[in-house]
């Protein structure tokens, strides 16, 4: 059954027929790179939003934040965003359309990371594979390939004074008030703080429907941690099987994955960090429990070409889709260079105090500048030169030795003489020092998720004779926990326990559908098509037979079948849902119907 659709293809159709997702703005023709959740996809997105925050905050132990998606010019100064986030652009000289220049040489030849080639050699590697244009067929051979921002730009308030960008991840929101944070974390490492919230690209060429996309989802986790001295408890994942496909095997002519468990790629160093290794193993076991196959799953390290301006290793959760890999999260270890380039361009302190065990004397260098000399001397720059002496004295004794110093502010020189700086070596009983927390960050795209998901749980048979397309879901993460039908709704008694059983579930906190249109076989076709994990029918055997009223469960994928007492009913599918039992568990302990 749909043989000749390609499974991208045909899960697009079943999104927007069903209501999962659907392009936005079709009324007036359509946005690239934008896109809708209809009812199904809304309720999908929500659950996989709450299994990530019950995973990485409330188990971990983490704080949430909900920064807005508005930031001003200078925090993407301070992360690099302004001059190194940037894609590779190539315009048609026919029809003006520009495309990807990456994503063009990697559809049409065996290059898989085009991302690493320079301007110059991506522009020789479009004229050499002889691309056309996309949209009109034109020769791209010979068009210049240039660096394109992705931010999104603004201002904030009326006219153009306060420049300001749409945040194209929500980990700066993180980093910006990590001043304030750290306080609610009382100075204390390791700590770590989450966010799940929109971010945007001004993609090149969006494809491929909701994995690339011009407005997205994130679920971001940064990790806070002492380098020296936080290492990370392994003992919970160590056993867990990971598939690998490091950096060297990429490279190599005949490399393989890596099939071993996140304590052996640690303790040989096939992943180098261990704060990585950890929520590799995390994120493996979470993405078996909401659904993922397995089977079709990597982690991919970073080629050196690949990785971003701000991290020292990085990995890659990717899935399989229609046999390409796609992106569905990353892990990456930052050091301290976003909390350091904050502290620099904001002068605010991104510190965390270290106590020592016992104090510890030590000699300092230091400064007691003599204003009544810098004030006439400098103006109103003396403020600054005597807190650039300062610095400098910490950082860098031995400049004092000679008659004159120079300090830099502003980018304007200024030459104080030794003697009025004051300069000496003291003695100094410390009980800690300030250190500067390095980042590790595990950041999943929420939609590519459910877009994985999506592929992954699609499955096609044939019930009764029938043809059946369903979604075999998690029940944790399904849109709809459960159907509700009255086996015929000319009968009131039916009617009314059905109505009664909608009330009681939905009371409980089930996602409950009620349908009694049609045959009961169309029901459950379109139930399964939506990855509804349950149905229930309410028919004359329960309310007629010996002992209590009764109904019959019918689970999703294989169509069996389990009586249940009504009174039953909403602790059992809530404890399906939440993992404490399974369908399984409910067919051992009630009658399961032999005729399924």
Known sequence: MGADRTEGER???LAKRRGYYFGSNESYGGTAGFYTYGPQGAA???NVEEAWRDRFAVQEGNMEIDAPTVMPEPVFEASGHLDGFDDMLVECAECGESHRADHLIEDNSDLEDAETLSLEAAAEEIAA???VCPNCGAALAGQSVESFNLMFETNIGPGSSTPGYLRPETAQGIFVEFPRIKEYARNRLPFGVTQVGRAYRNEISPRKSIVRTREFTQAELEQFVDPERDEPD???VEDVAVTLYPASEQEADDGEYVETTVGDAVAEGVVANAWVGYFLGVAQEW???????????RFRQHLP????????????AESEVDGDWIEIAGFSYRSDYDLSKHAEYSEEDYTVFRQYDEPKTVERAVVDPDMSVLGPEFGGAAGDVKAALETLAERDPDAFDADEVTVEVAGESYAVATDVTNFSVEEQTISGEHVTPHVVEPSFGVDRTIYTLLAHAYEEDEVDGEERTYLSLSPEIAPRDVGVFPLVSNVDELVELADDVVADLRAAGLSVVYDDSGSIGRRYRRQDEVGTPFCITVDRDGLEGEGETTVTIRERDSGRQVRVPVSELAAELGAVRGGDRTFDDVAAEYDELTDA
Do not use: M, N, P, Q
């Open 11 to 13: 899960l697009t159709e």
């Open 44 to 46: 999908l997105k929500s």
């Open 129 to 131: 594979l002889d691309l």
């Open 234 to 236: 392994l003992s919970s």
């Open 287 to 297: 993405y078996e429990r909401i659904g993922v196959d397995t089977d079709r799953f």
């Open 305 to 316: 070409g690949e990785l971003a301006h701000y991290s020292s290793d990085c990995w890659d």
